[in-house]
């Protein structure tokens, strides 16, 4: 499985398009062309970046989702509200959509950061401020999430 990995601080123009760093762009070759999808991240102000086979996939599942229940139809609306696909044209760069740029308060620096099968776009001050954890927090967060999966492996022996 292909995790995009780094994080990078780039600018975004006045036309809204985002100069993606060449490590970041050797990375998106792996997906042979293909279009990738843009969207609003659900819990933080940044933008999420899939490559268009992890968006079908996330999609199957959402799919799967009875619409004629109104939390799901709701859910669904939401998820995918200001979804636009977008390609790196032949200068290295994103157009983010305005309506995608004003969600995620973009200005002219910004971060990338890979997420694993996904990467996210931030505006760099946003980003600063999340990663601005102490180390004592992040240590329980660390444990929280990942405690009890390790702590699992350790019984089974």
């Known amino acids: 499985m292909f995790s995009f990995i780094g994080t990078y601080e780039c600018k975004v123009d006045d036309k809204g ?6 490590p970041l762009v050797r990375q998106m070759e792996n ?7 843009v969207k609003r991240a659900v819990f933080q102000p940044c933008l999420e970046v899939y490559p268009m086979d992890k968006w079908e996939n996330l999609m199957e599942q959402i799919n799967g989702l009875n619409r004629f229940v109104k939390k799901n139809a709701d ?3 939401m998820f995918t509200a200001g979804v636009k696909t977008v390609d790196v044209d032949a ?6 959509s305005k309506d995608l740029i004003a969600f995620s308060g973009l200005s002219k620096d910004a971060v990338i950061t890979g997420a694993g099968e996904l990467f996210e776009i931030w505006d760099k001050d946003a980003y600063e401020r999340v990663i601005s954890v ?12 990942m405690g009890n999966g390790a702590k699992q492996q350790d019984d089974v022996s």
């Open 17 to 22: 398009r985002l100069k993606v760093p060449a």
């Open 31 to 37: 997906f042979a062309g293909n279009p990738f999808v």
């Open 75 to 77: 859910f669904i609306r």
């Open 91 to 96: 200068a290295g760069r994103l157009q983010i």
């Open 134 to 145: 102490d180390e004592d927090g992040f240590a329980a967060l660390a444990e929280e999430v």
